[in-house]
């Protein structure tokens, strides 16, 4: 009972030095409000680059071409010895029949050529598509599928798929250091601003000091001030998050440019982005303080 009124004494506390020091609490949170602004975009973009490079790996396929005059024997044969290769996932057999019936059903023109042709008369290839477990693995995959017998070509998108998987991670690891920056930097400026407010305060410490207050007691009022702050400073951002990426969503109906690059469904993606923020907040406020009372206060 004594601690949950120790903890009611220190968040009211809080909540009074917070109003006290109005102009510079206003600071603090608007620097919070901005930097959680700019977190929540980063953090949005990073988790959507990742989503679409999670796609693209899990799309790529290895198409492997058979030879023209291979043997239904043969066509078994092959899939065994591609299923002994390391990092295969799952390999699916699509024959030239099959493949000719696709192209017709695509287009008219295709159907008006092809749908005289006979089994025998079909030019196009059988072929295996093969997905792999790794994509880093995809090209090592590749090659060791075309130095099979009966294989007579090897196609996964060559370059195009490294370059572009390479350009994502990038752009993803950028983001992070990113968001890692903007912490700290909050963090920075938290504890510069409340190391104004402490300094303004030193006869309330002082006095704290005489009447017998300890270490601990001194602080924990200034590391709930903090905590109070970057609560009150998530608040915005959180709103953006939660109803401008909705918004976003339904305007660009789920996707960027193109269907291919699908964005993630806001729910519960954007209260999870909510929940991350507010927890910044708290931990960056809290955090700062403490860096201020402990750097500064000299208790």
Known sequence: MKTFRILGR???DSFRGVW??????????????ITLIVVSIAMILSANVNNFTSQIEKDVTIVVFLDQNIEEDDIDSLYYDIDTIQYVESITFKGKDEIAGEMMEASETYDSIMS??????????DTYLV??????????????????????????????????????????????????????????????????????RRREIEIMRLVGAS???IKIPFIFEGLVLGVIGSIIPIIITCYGYAALYTRLH???????????????????VSLLLLVIGMVVGMVGSLRAVKKYLKI
């Not at 005289?116 to 290839?125: A, R, V």
């Not at 350009?167 to 930097?185: C, E, G, R, Y």
């Not at 960027?256 to 729910?267: A, D, G, M, T, W």
Request: glycine share 4%; proline share 3%; aromatic share 6%.
């Open 131 to 200: 997905k792999v477990t790794d994509i880093d693995h995809i090209a090592e995959v590749a090659k060791e599928i075309g130095y099979l017998e009966n294989v007579s070509v090897v196609k996964y998108g060559e370059g195009m798929v490294e370059e572009l998987v390479s350009i994502f991670d990038m752009i993803k690891n950028v983001t992070i250091v990113i968001v890692i920056a903007l912490i700290l930097v909050t963090a920075f400026l938290i504890a510069n601003t409340i190391k104004i407010t402490i300094d303004s």
């Open 20 to 33: 006290r020091n109005l102009s510079l609490s206003l600071a603090s949170i608007s620097c919070i409000t």
């Open 10 to 12: 220190n968040i009211r």
């Open 215 to 217: 270490n601990i007691n």
């Open 254 to 272: 789920g996707q960027l440019f193109s269907s291919i690059i699908k964005l993630i469904v806001p729910e519960p993606f954007m209260y999870n």
């Open 116 to 125: 005289n042709w006979t089994h025998e008369d079909n030019p196009l290839q």
